[in-house]
RNA sequence: UCAGAUUAUCGGCUGAUCGCCCCGACGCUUUGCGCGUCGGAGAGGAAAGUCCGGGCAGCUCAGGGAGAGACAGUUGCUAACGGCAACCGGGGGUAACCCUAGGGAAAGUGCCACAGAAACAAUACCGCUCGUAAGAGUAAGGGUGAAACGAGUGGGGUAAAAGCCCACAGUUCCCAGUGGUGACGCUGGGAAGAGGUAAACCCUGUCUGCUGCAAGGAGACAUAUUUUCACUAAGGUUCCCGCCGAAAGUAUGUCACAAGAUCCGCUCGAUUAUGUCGGCAACGGCAAAACUAGAUAGAUGAUUAGCUAAAACAGAACCCGGCUUACGGAUAAUCUGGCAUA
RNA sequence: GGGCAAUUAGCUCAUUUGGCUAGAGCGCCACAUUGACGUUGUGGAGGUGAUAGGUUCGAAUCCUAUAUUGCCCA
């Protein structure tokens, strides 16, 4: 899980983002992000629909996998972005670690954030 | 040893590294509960479905009547229940044991397709008997159907028949005795012969006001005054009665004030485990002990090593008591039947 | 979190108070018509009435549980 301060809080900083944002597609999930100058630090959500997966087990599971992934990406990231992960597909909770931080990775590097 | 029945418990564990939410203490501090260190605590038996019951909160008092809905053997348990326990009646199993929406059809209404003469209201298709026939008597037998005035067998009886009469057996109801708190059981006596369906309407008895934490609160009280609507109105999410005018604003006084992406409600409770006493049991009394999630885009994770196999169903959102459904397996206890041996 | 509906043929919908073999339109298949296709006509196939259990002589219909889908309340 990620620490309070790089969750985001309320629907505002969110509308924004999904209305102004770039987005990077994957396989397994697509990636949303804008800079946000007015902050010190980045900001990060994992949106999971029900429609991925009825179970709330699963989906907790998809979702603390893919914060994990993230933060262990935390140190390369300088300067403050708001970053939304839209998951579309349950494979990610029964992929490899290796393989799911890979692909995290991978499309940070396309947004040009690490 | 094989095949079963019932009940209870557990629901992955341990180590290492890196992280998350809350609480407490200490330190620093730009006063933002911000940062750091240490310590404590951190999802379930179903947290699920939302099928019932309650607490709590608001709607004016939470009142009366009608309507609507739910439930239905008896006695108990419980805060309450449509839940649970024990027992009674009925059904299944060799047995241990299991299942059971189990009030009323002589209060009334409706329905019973097709077939059949006829579906509860009358009657008679083939028959049987009497009679030349017309017709009369009859319901034993045949046939139809899920079901046929619905009491079987034997005997008497008759023109032919029939509870028309008798004996035995059986059903329902009533009375008496007896056992039980009771449902009801047993024994004796009397009466009756009038299908089924109430998970059809309905009747009887019992219970229920409505809305739900996205409830609700974050100013309260008093006085004066203005405006609007109304006094057959409005004010409860079925209607009527009773009850009470209603809404908005301004000013003054007293107390209070951390500010709408926030805070409270928010977790100490019909709580949990232990002992003991009462009870067949559900459960209750008493004693001493413990504090055991409280998030708010939403905290329990990731990686790795081992056990014995990278193990099922599955994630708190105001809180409890049940029910129902999902579930890989492991363990324990009691009991039943078969076979073998002693 | 709380409340409420629906599920019938490949698709869209009927079937009123339980009754014989569940119908309609579009679609599909075959035949006829045409030189061929379309149109048109005739005929046919296709249903465990979402799943399971119960009430009843009999259930798509009544009752209970489960599954799926959709809607409303911020």
Same mark, same amino acid.
């Given at each position: 899980?990620?620490?309070?301060?790089?969750?985001?809080?309320?629907?505002?900083?969110?509308?924004?983002?999904?209305?102004?944002?770039?987005?990077?597609?994957?396989?397994?999930?697509?990636?949303?992000?804008? %800079? &946000?100058?007015?902050? %010190?630090?980045?900001? +990060?959500?994992?949106?999971?629909?029900?429609?991925? &997966?009825?179970?709330?087990?699963?989906? &907790?599971?998809?979702?603390?996998? +893919?914060?994990?992934?993230?933060?262990?990406?935390?140190?390369?990231?300088?300067?403050?972005?708001?970053?939304?992960?839209?998951?579309?597909?349950?494979? +990610?909770?029964? %992929?490899?670690? +290796?393989?799911?931080?890979?692909?995290?990775?991978?499309?940070?590097?396309?947004? &040009?954030?690490?």
């Amino acid at each position: 899980m990620i620490s309070r301060t790089h969750r985001f809080h309320g629907y505002g900083s969110l509308r924004f983002l999904y209305k102004n944002g770039q987005a990077v597609r994957g396989q397994l999930f697509s990636l949303k992000y804008v %800079q &946000n100058p007015r902050r %010190q630090t980045y900001r +990060v959500a994992v949106v999971v629909s029900k429609k991925v &997966n009825k179970s709330a087990v699963v989906r &907790n599971r998809i979702r603390r996998r +893919v914060y994990e992934a993230v933060r262990s990406q935390e140190c390369k990231i300088t300067t403050p972005y708001d970053i939304v992960i839209t998951v579309f597909h349950d494979q +990610v909770a029964g %992929q490899s670690s +290796v393989g799911l931080h890979g692909a995290i990775q991978e499309q940070l590097k396309q947004a &040009n954030i690490i």
